[in-house]
């Protein structure tokens, strides 16, 4: 395996840092992730040591605000700039080492909400999509949204502190302190930031019956952070989609107790080599 990583200039010039995971044998194909809320790229170890190995390069930018990449901390002045500086990963890094190989997008909880947007307008890009800790809808919406949206607009870069505790992320105790412990993972959010994930995750809720690639979603039943992954499932435009949900797992499947995580990487290894004609 060989590693790569690199910056590449965002929307708005903001300074984006890349990693890139090369498998040593004949390329297979190629996995693109978006990473989550808070988190950064490098936190995709299990998924990485599944698939590389199997001929699949990964490649993940740190989103502006998030890891190693520039910008204003846990904050984005509009999601429609998550949607760009994906486009322009795409384009500028992960294409040219690509060899023409089949593409596939993975998006994580934010990085769902950031895929079912993207993807409305670059479909043709990829060969298949993976969501995982999603949903239609986020557990803590109602009067939180409306008080979040008010934030947003009064207080756009006043931030707050992650409504859900550590423990959400997974039942792996080691996983969790990790988390915990990890310098690059961000622990508030501005409430421009939240007002936007709302909206946004509502538009792509809404327009995911426009997507018709081959989707995969996996997700957790005990996931705190989302919830109504059947019915972000039913409105899936696409006729190749399939709903795994793990009983008991919790946000972060690849994350998780080692046995319920390789049970979970082997169905996306297997549904990724499915698809690669």
């Not at 909880?109 to 800790?133: C, F, K, P, R, W």
Request: charged residues 25%; contains cysteine; proline residues 5%.
């Amino acid at each position: 395996m060989r590693k790569v990583q690199g910056n590449f200039q965002g929307t708005g010039g903001v300074i984006l840092f890349f990693r890139g995971w090369v498998p040593g044998s004949q390329l297979k194909g190629v996995l693109q992730v978006l990473h989550g809320f808070g988190e950064h790229s490098d936190r995709y170890q299990n998924l990485i040591k599944k698939i590389v190995p199997e001929g699949f390069a990964v490649f993940a930018h740190d989103h502006r605000g998030h890891g190693k990449s520039g910008g204003w901390r846990g904050h984005v002045d509009s999601f429609q700039d998550y949607i760009e500086d994906t486009r322009q990963f795409n384009a500028g890094v992960v294409l040219p080492r690509s060899q023409n190989k089949p593409i596939f997008l993975l998006g994580h909880s934010m990085g769902s909400i950031i895929a079912l947007n993207y993807l409305q307008t670059e479909q043709d890009h990829y060969q298949g999509v993976i969501l995982s800790g999603t949903g239609c809808e986020p557990r803590s919406s109602g009067p939180m949204t409306v008080l979040v949206k008010g934030l947003s607009s009064a207080f756009p870069r006043g931030k707050f502190k992650f409504p859900l505790p550590p423990s959400f992320i997974s039942r792996d105790q080691e996983v969790v302190e990790r988390y915990e412990k990890d310098p690059l993972v961000e622990k508030k959010l501005s409430f421009r930031l939240a007002g936007e994930l709302f909206t946004w995750f509502n538009r792509g809720v809404e327009k995911a019956r426009d997507l018709h690639l081959p989707i995969l979603i996996q997700c957790g039943t005990e996931d705190q952070a989302f919830q109504g992954e059947k019915i972000l499932y039913e409105r899936l435009g696409s006729r190749d989609k399939k709903l795994l949900l793990y009983p008991g797992l919790y946000h972060e499947v690849y994350n998780e107790l080692e046995e319920d995580r390789e049970r979970v990487l082997d169905d996306l290894l297997n549904w990724l080599l499915e698809h690669l004609s």
